[in-house]
């Protein structure tokens, strides 16, 4: 079975330093994994995916992720958090399985950017 | 194309009436999702659709919901009667499924429902 834990509910990092959301996954099959954004009342929108292709994904507004099989994480990062990214991130996994086609979300992280 | 469009944006009912959600996924797509955001209980899957057949309903609540997706195009959740306790934001999202790969789910911009 399929499952996400989002290990921080909320980060607080100061403007201009790294920002680290950290995600691990359970799947008994090959999983597509994927960071979702929700700024306030706002929809949800993608950051990034990784669909067994290269385990360093790159994703918008300077985002990134790396797979690591070993360590089931998937998690997320950026070198230098701007105010704007103050948002909540989801992460999600999918397994590539027949017609499987349901997503598994986290719990969602809180990060606020302090000036 | 426009995206997962959803309608109302906003709905205020009494308790007890009835409340239909509406959805258009992107043309194409294979898969509708309905979730349902709350403070309290995060995001929740309420039920999904595999070209317009219902997957995996376990996620409603209760009786008093229930979902169609009577074509491709097309899709409305419906809560009969309604209570405060629905008060939440319900959102749509469709994704494509390939035969090589899993794609990501778009997602609508939500209904905020709110039951007085």
């Known amino acids: 079975a399929q499952s996400v834990t989002q290990l921080d509910s909320h980060v607080s990092v100061s403007e201009g330093t790294p920002v680290l959301l950290r995600c691990n996954y359970s799947?008994?099959?090959?999983?597509?994994l994927f960071w979702y954004v929700q700024h306030p009342n706002k929809g949800l929108q993608l950051l990034l995916k990784?669909?067994?292709?290269?385990?360093l994904v790159k994703g918008i507004n300077g985002f990134e992720a790396e797979f690591k099989k070993s360590e089931t994480s998937f998690h997320l990062t950026k070198p230098s958090a701007h105010m704007s990214d103050a948002a909540e991130y989801f992460c999600?996994?999918?397994?590539?399985?027949?017609?499987?086609?349901?997503?598994?979300f986290g719990k969602g992280t809180k990060l606020s950017v302090k000036p | 194309d426009a995206g997962v469009i959803q309608s109302p944006r906003h709905e205020v009912t009494e308790m007890g009436q009835e409340v239909t959600l509406r959805c258009k996924p992107i043309?194409?797509?294979?898969?509708l999702f309905w979730y349902r955001q709350t403070m309290m209980r995060g995001l929740e899957l309420l039920i999904y659709?595999?070209?317009?057949?219902?997957?995996?309903d376990s996620g409603m609540p209760e009786d008093r919901f229930s979902a169609k997706m009577p074509n491709a195009s097309f899709s409305t959740l419906k809560i009969q009667p309604s209570e405060p306790r629905d008060s939440a934001v319900y959102f749509c999202?469709?994704?494509?499924?390939?035969?090589?790969?899993?794609?990501?789910?778009?997602f609508g911009q939500g209904t905020r429902l709110t039951v007085v």
């Open positions: 999202a469709s994704r494509a499924w390939t035969a090589r790969m899993n794609t990501e789910a778009f």
């Open positions: 799947s008994s099959y090959s999983p597509s």
């Open positions: 990784y669909t067994s292709a290269a385990t």
């Open positions: 999600v996994v999918s397994e590539f399985r027949g017609s499987q086609g349901n997503l598994i």
């Open positions: 043309s194409g797509h294979d898969y």
């Open positions: 659709f595999n070209n317009n057949v219902p997957i995996d």
